[in-house]
C-alpha cells in the first residue's frame, strides 16, 4: 500500500500554500510605533541569531534602523549565511557577527563589554524536548547557567532591557526543557526583583513556531512529498501555534512595553489539535486525506505532555493590547537563587544525570514529568497529565 501511494504522490503535485492557513484564526497585528520607538538608533545584540526565531528577529529588527546589530550565535555557517543576507539586504546598518557560545563567561563578556548592547534579545537556547530528556547536563548548561552569565553581565554593563525568549513548556514543565526555561525565568525574576540595577528582565512565552527548525511542519512537508505517512504521536495532543513573524512581533513589543520581571505572552485562541494540521497539510496541498497520504500514530515521545498548558495557568492580567497578556505566576520564594548556580554547576561536575534533574525538581515544585524515566524521581502517582 505504500509503494502504491509514493507512485500516486508527486512533488510537482503538492499545491504551495502559507503556515497561516493553518492557524485557523486571523494573524495577529502589532502597533509598529511602540516598536520603532524602542529600537531606532540602538544598539542590538542577539544571542541564537541564526536560529528560526533569531534569525527573522534579526531581520525585523534591521528594518527599524538600530545604531548597530550583533548577533551572537555559535553555528558557523548559519550565522555566515545570515550576516551575508543582512548586509546585502541592509547595505547602511553597521552589522558585527560572532561564532560564541553562551556558556563562555570570558568570551561572553568580552563581547557585551565591546559591543555596550542597549537592548539584549536572548534566543539562545536548546528547544527539542524529547532530545533534552536524554540530555540533562547540555539543557541546564545552556539554558539556565548560559542565560545567568548574559543576565549578570547585562547588569555589570548597565544593559538597558534583556529579553528572553521562553515557551510555553516552561509552564508547570513535564520535561527537562521545560524545566530548564522555568529556571531561566526565575533568575531573571529574581534579578527584576531586587531593583538593583538599571536592566529591565523582560520573558515572553509563546507556544510551537509554525515552521520553525526541526518543528513538526518542516517534518509533515517532508512526508506529504515523500507520500506519506505522516507520523503523529497521538490522536489527541494538542498545542498552541502562532508563526514565526507574530513570536517575534510580541517579542518586540514586549520589549516595548513590559516591565521587570513580567512574562508576557500572546493569547493564541483554543489550541489546535496536531492531527487535524496534519489533515489541513494535506488538503492544503491538494491532496486527499488516507487517500493518497495516511496518517501514522508513534506514541507519545519522552518529555511530552499531551496538552501543553493555558500560558496563564497561574492567571493572567490584559494589557493595552488586545492579544497580549501578562502572566501572573505564583510568588516565588528567591531565598536559594543565589546558590542556585553553585549547586547546579557542582551538579553537572558530578555528572549524574539523575542528581542534575532531582535538584530542577526541587527548585521547581511544579515539575512533575511525563513519558519519561524521570518519573521515578516524582512521587508515586503524581502527574502532569490531563
Known amino acids: 500500500m505504500q509503494s502504491h501511494?509514493?507512485?500516486?504522490?508527486?512533488?510537482q503535485s503538492i499545491t504551495p500554500f502559507n503556515l497561516e492557513d493553518l492557524l485557523g484564526r486571523d494573524p495577529i497585528v502589532i502597533d509598529q510605533a511602540n516598536i520603532s520607538n524602542q529600537l531606532l538608533h540602538k544598539i542590538i545584540l542577539i544571542t541564537g541569531a541564526a536560529g528560526s526565531i533569531g534569525s527573522e528577529l534579526a531581520t525585523q529588527i534591521a528594518s527599524y534602523n538600530p545604531d548597530k546589530l550583533f548577533l551572537l550565535d555559535q553555528s558557523e555557517t548559519h550565522l555566515h549565511e545570515l550576516d551575508l543576507y543582512l548586509k546585502a539586504s541592509f547595505p547602511y546598518l553597521e552589522i558585527h557577527s560572532f561564532v560564541a557560545n553562551v556558556t563562555d563567561a570570558i568570551r561572553m563578556n568580552e563581547i557585551i563589554s565591546s559591543a555596550q548592547p542597549e537592548i539584549i534579545f536572548h534566543a539562545a537556547a536548546?528547544?527539542?524536548?524529547?532530545?533534552?530528556e536524554k540530555h540533562p547536563y547540555e539543557a541546564i548548561k545552556t539554558n539556565v547557567l548560559g542565560t545567568q552569565i548574559l543576565a549578570d553581565l547585562a547588569l555589570a554593563y548597565r544593559v538597558g532591557t534583556f529579553i528572553l525568549i521562553s515557551t510555553d513548556k516552561a509552564v508547570k514543565p513535564a520535561s527537562v526543557m521545560g524545566a530548564t526555561k522555568r529556571m531561566a525565568e526565575i533568575y531573571l525574576q529574581y534579578l527584576g526583583s531586587r531593583r538593583s540595577g538599571n536592566t529591565r528582565f523582560i520573558i515572553t512565552r509563546f507556544g510551537n513556531v509554525l515552521g520553525s527548525n526541526g518543528s513538526f511542519i518542516p517534518i509533515f512537508k517532508k512526508q506529504i512529498a515523500a507520500g506519506g505517512p505522516i507520523t503523529v504521536t497521538h490522536p489527541d495532543v494538542t498545542r498552541y501555534i502562532m508563526?514565526?513573524?507574530e513570536a517575534c512581533q510580541l517579542v518586540l513589543e514586549a520589549g516595548a512595553v513590559g516591565k521587570n520581571g513580567q512574562i508576557l505572552f500572546f493569547d493564541m485562541g483554543n489550541p489546535v489539535r496536531i492531527v487535524d494540521i496534519a489533515n489541513r497539510m494535506i488538503d492544503l496541498s491538494g491532496l486527499q486525506p488516507e487517500k493518497d497520504i495516511r496518517i501514522e500514530y508513534t506514541g507519545m515521545r519522552p518529555g511530552e505532555k499531551l496538552y501543553e498548558e493555558l500560558l496563564c495557568v497561574e492567571g493572567c492580567t490584559t494589557t493595552d493590547h488586545p492579544k497580549?497578556?501578562?502572566?501572573?505566576?505564583?510568588?516565588?520564594?528567591?531565598?536559594?537563587?543565589?546558590?542556585?548556580?553553585t549547586l547546579l554547576t557542582e551538579v553537572l561536575q558530578s555528572g549524574q544525570t539523575d542528581q542534575m534533574v532531582a535538584l530542577l525538581k526541587l527548585m521547581i515544585p511544579e515539575y512533575i514529568s511525563d513519558n519519561s524515566d524521570f518519573q521515578k524521581l516524582d512521587k508515586k502517582g503524581v502527574s502532569n497529565a490531563k
Open 324 to 341: 497580549i497578556r501578562i502572566a501572573s505566576v505564583a510568588p516565588i520564594s528567591f531565598i536559594h537563587v543565589e546558590k542556585m548556580k
Open 5 to 11: 501511494q509514493n507512485k500516486t504522490v508527486s512533488v
Open 243 to 245: 508563526t514565526v513573524s
Open 126 to 132: 536548546y528547544k527539542h524536548v524529547p532530545i533534552m
